[in-house]
T-cell receptor
């Protein structure tokens, strides 16, 4: 059983399009996250949701909109995609911060 | 604000050599959590170890060992007798106790040659 699953794994799209990445966790965790990994492998948090409430929103363009319909799901919708949005996006979840985060396998987004 | 520094960008070794990865962190909190993650070429992020700020006991797990020293704000990681399968990017990360944000270092790419 996959603990944190993201779909799709790969996404190639043209500039200006709108796309969504879905994330689901079956661990019963209260908190979910989106991280972005750029071409230099640097990982940076984008959003964090706790029990469906937004608790962290880093300086992310408002073209990015997270949606949490329930605490097991956190989807990421991106409007008007730009070349600079090309990256790997990781979903993660946690219950107790001291135990760390469980990451999904990542979604490689390529904007052409 | 929390910050993690991994000064080594890349390390290349021959199989069976030991590899030590350095990690230095900054935080104002007295309670925090430190982690190491591995990212193999397949791309997933694999959890390796966590340490609480109040637990300075160092540990050995198989070929992996960790050296946590609060006095120098360091949390170093050693792979003993490296193998080709250890080739990956290794990330050190820090989470303050009251902050839902895991801050990563820039990562160290380890290449183990046969």
């Amino acid at each position: 059983d996959t603990a944190v699953s993201q779909t799709p794994k790969y996404l190639v799209t043209q500039m200006g399009n709108d796309k969504s990445i879905k994330c689901e966790q079956n661990l019963g965790h209260d908190t979910m996250y989106w991280y972005k990994q750029d071409s230099k492998k640097f990982l940076k948090i984008m959003f964090s949701y706790n029990n469906k409430e937004l608790i962290i929103n880093e300086t992310v363009p408002n073209r990015f909109s997270p949606k949490s319909p329930d605490k097991a799901h956190l989807n990421l919708h991106i409007n008007s995609l730009e070349l600079g949005d090309s990256a790997v996006y990781f979903c993660a979840s946690s219950q107790d911060l001291s135990y760390g985060y469980t990451f999904g396998s990542g979604t490689r987004l390529t904007v052409v | 604000a929390q910050k993690v520094t991994q000064a080594q960008t890349e390390i290349s070794v021959v199989e069976k050599e030991d590899v030590t990865l350095d990690c230095v962190y900054e935080t104002r909190d007295t309670t925090y959590y430190l982690f190491w993650y591995k990212q193999p070429p397949s791309g997933e992020l694999v959890f390796l170890i966590r340490r609480n700020s109040f637990d300075e006991q160092n540990e050995i797990s198989g070929r992996y060992s960790w050296n946590f020293q609060k006095s120098t704000s360091s949390f170093n990681f050693t792979i003993t007798a490296s193998q080709v399968v250890d080739s990956a990017v290794y990330f050190c990360a820090l989470n303050d106790a009251n902050d839902y944000k895991l801050s990563f270092g820039a990562g160290t790419t380890v290449t183990v040659r046969a």
